[in-house]
């Protein structure tokens, strides 16, 4: 039997036979909706600002208190203090990473992901020269893979090593350029130049821009959400979160993510900036080994956030296509 041309060869590997296989390499779109019982996902187009019921409630609760205050200026310290209470309210939730009331936010995968058994590992604060590297080997060891939330000034010092971390398959997303603490106090021109800053850090190194964000910490303010939706990025948040940046104790570390641990996750660790074990040792190495074998036990898929929101599509191939897989899978060496 003659051998199939190249161009046989070619049409053949165009043909996807198992459904997803097309849609695992598929990024997600700005602006996917899916819509999750309890999880609302972003229902953003790109470059168009969808604002939460919170919002048009801050909007109203400012212009009464603004028309109250023509009416009965005698009572401005009145409408003073309900003013502050709107602000003290939006203070809060500040520093609750995964609420939906400042703006669409992923912390769940959807139900399509959830059926496939997939779990979604995220990877903040790197990369780290030391520690990233090891993350990597630990992850291919395991047939893992995931999102990593890099940084853009150790993008720049190490493009490297984001090279790398796209090469094996993962992939990465925007941790912001200056991992600012004071991130949440930002304006918007300010928020869109450091976020955007880190997008061209990513190209500059030779991998494609970031399609999710995550401020420092989590926390945002509600003039993020306008400015995610103007550059096409989804904020995405996390189920469970190790905080193995402040706790070197392997044990402590695994148990919050392992508790209730079910398909749909999202789990946050750390390449950058991990605390150490009492042997100096990075804690997230202690820990991810073991969390890998929990995954697989469960029979969980870690995969990065973009294949988890993919379209899942089925492709059908055409009977020439099936007989030229025949006559390959029958070739003689």
Request: aromatic share 6%; net charge positive.
């Amino acid at each position: 039997m003659s051998a199939p041309s190249m161009e046989d060869r070619n049409r053949v590997q165009g043909v996807s036979l198992v459904k997803g296989d097309l849609a695992a390499h598929t990024p997600v779109q700005p602006g996917i909706a899916v819509t999750d019982g309890s999880v609302e996902l972003s229902e953003l187009e790109s470059g168009i600002w969808r604002p939460v019921p919170l919002v048009w409630i801050s909007v109203a609760w400012h212009l009464a208190c603004l028309l109250a205050l023509v009416w009965r200026p005698g009572d401005w310290p009145y409408w003073l203090g309900l003013l502050a209470l709107n602000h003290l309210l939006l203070t809060v939730l500040v520093f609750l990473p995964r609420n939906r009331w400042l703006g669409h936010t992923l912390t769940r995968l959807p139900p399509d992901a959830r059926g496939r058994r997939q779990v979604a590992l995220t990877f903040d604060d790197g990369p780290d020269p030391v520690v990233t590297p090891q993350v990597l080997d630990l992850l291919d060891r395991h047939g893992a893979r995931a999102s990593f939330f890099c940084i853009g000034s150790r993008v720049r010092q190490h493009p490297e090593l984001v090279r790398e971390i796209v090469a094996r398959g993962h992939t990465v997303e925007n941790h912001g350029d200056a991992h600012s603490p004071v991130f949440a106090l930002w304006g918007m021109v300010r928020m869109r130049r450091d976020i955007a800053a880190m997008q061209q850090s990513l190209r500059d190194a030779g991998v494609p821009p970031a399609r999710f964000f995550r401020p420092t910490a989590g926390f945002r303010n509600p003039l993020l959400d306008p400015v995610l939706a103007r550059m096409g990025l989804q904020l995405a948040m996390w189920e469970r979160r190790s905080f193995d940046t402040r706790d070197g104790n392997p044990a402590r570390v695994l148990a919050r993510l392992v508790r209730g641990l079910s398909a749909g996750d999202i789990l946050l660790l750390h390449d950058g900036n991990s605390a150490v074990t009492t042997d100096g040792r990075p804690v997230v190495l202690e820990v991810l080994p073991q969390l890998l074998r929990r995954l697989q036990q469960a029979g969980l898929q870690p995969v990065p956030l973009r294949e988890a929101l993919a379209p899942q599509t089925s492709v059908h191939p055409d009977p020439d296509a099936q007989t030229l897989l025949a006559r390959l899978a029958h070739q003689d060496p």
